[in-house]
């Protein structure tokens, strides 16, 4: 009875080994079905990549140096406008 007993708990760990895999198999074609449609689904959708995003926020980051540049030349130019307008009343 020994040796019955120790080939089906053979036949059980052979059994469960199989089963695990065959579960892994799935697994691994769910999560490959399940990227695909996610990819396909982004890709309708017309998403923006990664890489788009990254160069638009350089740009947003270039415009705003160049938009305080412009801000703080305003200002120098307001300035010596304001002391050139009190030096000489007869310019509007």
């Known amino acids: 009875m020994t040796q019955s007993s120790n080939r089906i708990f053979d036949e059980l760990a052979r059994f469960a ?4 895999g065959a579960a892994q198999g799935v697994r ?7 990227r695909s449609q996610f990819e396909r689904l982004v890709k309708d ?3 923006a990549t990664r890489e ?9 980051t270039a415009a705003r140096e160049e938009n305080e540049k412009l801000a ?6 307001e300035a ?6 009190g030096i000489n009343p007869a310019t509007p």
């Not at 080994?17 to 695990?20: C, E, F, I, K, P």
Request: glycine share 0%; net charge negative; proline share 0%.
């Open 72 to 77: 703080a030349r305003v200002k120098e130019l």
């Open 80 to 85: 010596k406008l304001s002391s050139t307008a």
């Open 17 to 20: 080994t199989d089963a695990a």
């Open 45 to 47: 959708m017309d998403v």
């Open 28 to 34: 691994r074609e769910v999560e490959s079905v399940v």
């Open 52 to 60: 788009e995003v990254e160069v638009l926020r350089e740009m947003v």
